[in-house]
């Protein structure tokens, strides 16, 4: 490992041109490791000239807004890819038109690309991989408050708080180094997790109507016209899914939330290990937070059997 770490050092400090992406829908972590490496490179390589690309989310603008950029800038550069496991993920098809390629991510690694891969799935968040690699090279880079309120913003979701079991004392020091840097946390806390008045009113409605089976599985599903009916966006939807963890007997929960030409699955488990069920369904993740894709309603029944048989 400590190999790749020194390889991707080499590589940042030999191209001039870096251009960051990561996938598509993206949550807090994949913009924050993406933002985060961004601003620390820019800090530390002033020389260099350094882009965040993808499509942006007005409520995480927070953490940092997107670079439009040519064709031309990706000749001679080198791509890293921050918080993506399977390529069709990937925001932005341009990413294989540099020089170089790299990927960075904490989750299983499934589907192998680029020229040199760091896959570590003990990391709670791309995020805490970043600033991990960072503080393991300080001769090569100079962290400031910018970067590190963007890493912080990724950690802090992807570890639900620090309430997840993903949440390890390596995690707890890097963010211990991260507030050192006068983030003001309760801003970056208050950002992620305030929500409106609609969305309040969906997560009672959640409360009052999703279903169980017996095994334990419960699961709701969010159709478009249910959104509508709440003025509810897709994001603030699927960021509600821990809202059925509150149910004791819940071992196992799912969204089930309705896109234009497909259904995504978020799947959240107490203790029972989940991201088997999400492979056998176009998707994959952790061992107790992983996500999915469908493409009709009948299937909804087949990942809620799926769940079923993997209750003990």
Same mark, same amino acid.
């Given at each position: 490992?400590?190999?790749?770490?020194?390889?991707?050092?080499?590589?940042?400090?030999?191209?001039?041109?870096?251009?960051?992406?990561?996938?598509?829908?993206?949550?807090?972590?994949?913009?924050?490791?993406?933002?985060?490496?961004?601003?620390?490179?820019?800090?530390?390589?002033?020389?260099?000239?350094?882009?965040?690309?993808?499509?942006?989310?007005?409520?995480?603008?927070?953490?940092?807004?997107?670079?439009?950029?040519?064709?031309?800038?990706?000749?001679?550069?080198?791509?890293?890819?921050?918080?993506?496991?399977?390529?069709?993920?990937?925001?932005?098809?341009?990413?294989?038109?540099?020089?170089?390629?790299?990927?960075? #991510?904490?989750?299983?690694?499934?589907?192998?690309?680029?020229? &040199? /891969?760091? =896959?570590?799935?003990?990391?709670?968040? +791309?995020?805490?991989?970043?600033?991990?690699?960072?503080?393991?090279?300080?001769?090569?880079?100079?962290?400031?408050?910018?970067?590190?309120?963007?890493?912080?913003?990724?950690?802090?979701?992807?570890?639900?708080?620090?309430?997840?079991?993903?949440?390890?004392?390596?995690?707890?020091?890097?963010?211990?180094?991260?507030?050192?840097?006068?983030?003001?946390?309760?801003?970056?806390?208050?950002?992620?997790?305030?929500?409106?008045?609609?969305?309040?009113?969906?997560?009672?409605?959640?409360?009052?109507?999703?279903?169980?089976?017996?095994?334990?599985?419960?699961?709701?599903?969010?159709?478009?016209?249910?959104?509508?009916?709440?003025?509810? #966006?897709?994001?603030?939807?699927?960021?509600?899914?821990?809202? &059925? /963890?509150? =149910?004791?007997?819940?071992?196992?929960? +799912?969204?089930?939330?309705?896109?234009?030409?497909?259904?995504?699955?978020?799947?959240?488990?107490?203790?029972?290990?989940?991201?088997?069920?999400?492979?056998?369904?176009?998707?994959?993740?952790?061992?107790?937070?992983?996500?999915?894709?469908?493409?009709?309603?009948?299937?909804?029944?087949?990942?809620?059997?799926?769940?079923?048989?993997?209750?003990?």
């Amino acid at each position: 490992m400590g190999n790749k770490k020194a390889e991707i050092i080499k590589a940042i400090k030999k191209y001039h041109t870096i251009i960051i992406h990561r996938h598509v829908n993206p949550d807090p972590d994949a913009l924050g490791s993406q933002i985060g490496l961004k601003k620390l490179l820019k800090h530390s390589y002033p020389s260099k000239e350094v882009y965040a690309v993808g499509e942006e989310v007005d409520k995480l603008l927070f953490i940092g807004d997107m670079d439009v950029i040519s064709e031309n800038k990706y000749k001679g550069a080198l791509v890293i890819v921050c918080d993506t496991a399977n390529i069709s993920r990937i925001s932005d098809s341009r990413f294989d038109h540099g020089d170089m390629l790299i990927k960075i #991510d904490h989750h299983p690694d499934y589907e192998q690309f680029g020229d &040199l /891969s760091w =896959v570590d799935p003990s990391y709670s968040s +791309a995020s805490e991989m970043l600033v991990d690699l960072f503080l393991e090279f300080p001769e090569r880079f100079i962290m400031n408050k910018e970067a590190a309120k963007s890493f912080y913003a990724g950690i802090l979701s992807d570890t639900g708080n620090f309430m997840n079991g993903n949440t390890t004392p390596r995690t707890l020091k890097i963010v211990s180094h991260l507030r050192t840097y006068n983030i003001q946390p309760e801003r970056i806390h208050n950002n992620l997790n305030v929500k409106a008045k609609n969305a309040s009113r969906l997560q009672k409605d959640i409360l009052m109507s999703f279903k169980v089976t017996d095994k334990g599985v419960a699961y709701f599903i969010i159709t478009e016209d249910l959104l509508k009916m709440y003025g509810v #966006d897709r994001l603030e939807a699927s960021n509600l899914v821990n809202t &059925l /963890s509150s =149910v004791r007997s819940n071992k196992i929960w +799912a969204f089930f939330i309705e896109y234009p030409s497909e259904i995504r699955v978020r799947i959240r488990s107490r203790n029972i290990p989940i991201d088997s069920v999400a492979r056998q369904f176009n998707g994959g993740g952790h061992s107790l937070a992983s996500g999915a894709t469908i493409h009709s309603w009948e299937e909804v029944d087949q990942v809620i059997q799926a769940l079923d048989q993997a209750c003990p």
